[in-house]
């Protein structure tokens, strides 16, 4: 599929890896609970291989919330960030840039890794809007985000996210990397900022 095709399609990475997480901390049973919850119970029969519709991703986040409340839900979502991280690492980021990005300075890297994921974008955000907003820090910005949309909440949502971009920050930039939701629409900002740091 390309990109001019992917209006409001997400990678199915959102659905499985939320699945992966949710039956291995919580068990089958709040797994299916929480996508019958979503209206994506014909996935736990068989979870997608492609691209999903962003509306499913986003049922599937409400859901989350509204079946474990938002500090468990946010867990849950971060744990399906890191689990889609490795699974970039291990099949869709080829071994040699991943072997350059670990001997250039952290600096360097993360430009780079930073040029990578503003790449490919558009199979995550959906009808959202991209930006690398700063390269030190760095700093990505995402507007009218899929995994909070129509969500108000006094917290940051967004840690599918926050948990992909802090996996690839730790394994190819610096191991010490923390990426924070530092503003997100669901507490009313204009946009969901992430920022990656490290020591």
């Known amino acids: 599929m390309s990109q001019t095709d992917n209006h409001g399609r997400i990678g199915p990475n959102a659905i499985i890896r939320v699945f992966e997480a949710l039956n291995e901390q919580r068990g089958r049973t709040v797994a299916e609970a929480v996508f019958e919850r979503a209206g994506l119970g014909a996935y736990l029969d068989a979870l997608p291989e492609a691209m999903v519709p962003e509306e499913e991703v986003i049922a599937l986040q409400q859901a989350l919330r509204d079946e474990l409340g938002i500090a468990e839900a946010r867990e849950i979502a971060?744990?399906?960030?890191?689990?889609?991280?490795?699974?970039?690492?291990?099949?869709?980021?080829?071994?040699?840039?991943?072997?350059?990005?670990?001997?250039?300075?952290?600096?360097?890297?993360?430009?780079?890794?930073?040029?990578?994921?503003?790449?490919?974008?558009?199979?995550?955000?959906?009808?959202?809007?991209?930006?690398?907003?700063?390269?030190?820090?760095?700093?990505?910005?995402?507007?009218?985000?899929?995994?909070?949309?129509?969500?108000?909440?006094?917290?940051?949502?967004?840690?599918?996210?926050?948990?992909?971009?802090?996996?690839?920050?730790?394994?190819?930039?610096?191991?010490?990397?923390?990426?924070?939701?530092?503003?997100?629409?669901?507490?009313?900002?204009?946009?969901?900022?992430?920022e990656a740091r490290w020591s």
Not at 95 to 112: E, N, V
Not at 166 to 194: I, K, M, W, Y
């Open 78 to 194: 971060r744990d399906a960030g890191r689990r889609t991280g490795d699974y970039l690492l291990a099949r869709r980021i080829p071994r040699p840039a991943q072997a350059l990005l670990k001997i250039l300075p952290a600096k360097l890297a993360s430009r780079t890794l930073l040029k990578a994921i503003s790449g490919n974008a558009w199979t995550f955000v959906g009808t959202g809007q991209f930006a690398v907003k700063s390269e030190s820090p760095p700093q990505i910005e995402i507007t009218h985000s899929p995994l909070c949309r129509g969500t108000m909440a006094d917290e940051p949502l967004c840690d599918f996210y926050a948990g992909t971009f802090e996996r690839l920050f730790r394994v190819l930039v610096h191991p010490d990397s923390v990426v924070t939701e530092t503003a997100c629409q669901a507490t009313g900002d204009p946009n969901c900022l992430f």
